[in-house]
């Protein structure tokens, strides 16, 4: 083989590799594309009201595929009729359908949570004592509340600073009204966690 066919054969095989290169890229792309828009989303943690399980600007991956909600699990809530509360908002479930829930209230560092009647170990709760910016850490209405069929109670880790099913204004959540759980908080990677559901769930 002269020199000339060595450096043509030479250039077909580089153009035909990028070639391949550019179409796996495409591919990979479009099912980037599709996963995002079908399967999961990324949603931004706006707000304090999961500390120290989640902070302010973190990217969340999330997914409502075959989901059904359980407590334990970190949620997007999206209840346009909930004003002020008619963003988004990360929660954390606390209770489901015929769940029944009480919290016995001290001060504003101890309190107690019970579903039907049993206290719930909560490792993940936080509380600032002193730092109370969304009313009371007390519910807006007489309790124990017994969960409504299609309905989840929910609270934010960071007690103090919560608007969540204690207040008037966001109540029990209908669960259309889920956007999706939280599955991986992606962004920042030095915090890259896969999240599991403290009760086992």
Not at 165 to 175: K, M
């Amino acid at each position: 083989m002269n020199k000339s066919k060595a450096t043509e054969k030479k250039r077909t095989g580089i153009l035909t590799s990028a070639s391949e290169l550019v179409e796996m890229l495409g591919l990979v792309t479009v099912a980037v594309m599709l996963l995002f828009a079908f399967v999961v989303r990324l949603n931004i943690v706006v707000g304090e009201s999961m500390e120290q399980t989640l902070s302010e600007g973190e990217y969340l991956v999330v997914s409502d595929l075959f989901y059904e909600p359980k407590a334990g699990d970190i949620v997007i809530v999206h209840d346009i009729e909930a004003d002020p509360y008619d963003d988004p908002i990360v929660k954390r479930v606390i209770a489901t359908e015929g769940q029944t829930v009480d919290i016995v209230f001290g001060n504003e560092d101890v309190w107690t949570l019970y579903v039907d009647g049993k206290e719930v170990e909560e490792s993940y709760r936080y509380i600032v004592p002193n730092k109370i910016t969304h009313g009371t850490i007390t519910a807006e209405y007489s309790l124990p509340i017994t969960v409504g069929e299609g309905q989840v109670f929910v609270m934010g880790d960071n007690r103090n600073n919560s608007a969540d099913s204690r207040s008037q204004a966001i109540g029990l959540v209908d669960e259309r009204c889920i956007v999706g759980k939280a599955i991986v908080r992606l962004l920042p990677f030095d915090r890259f966690t896969v999240f599991k559901n403290p009760f086992g769930n």
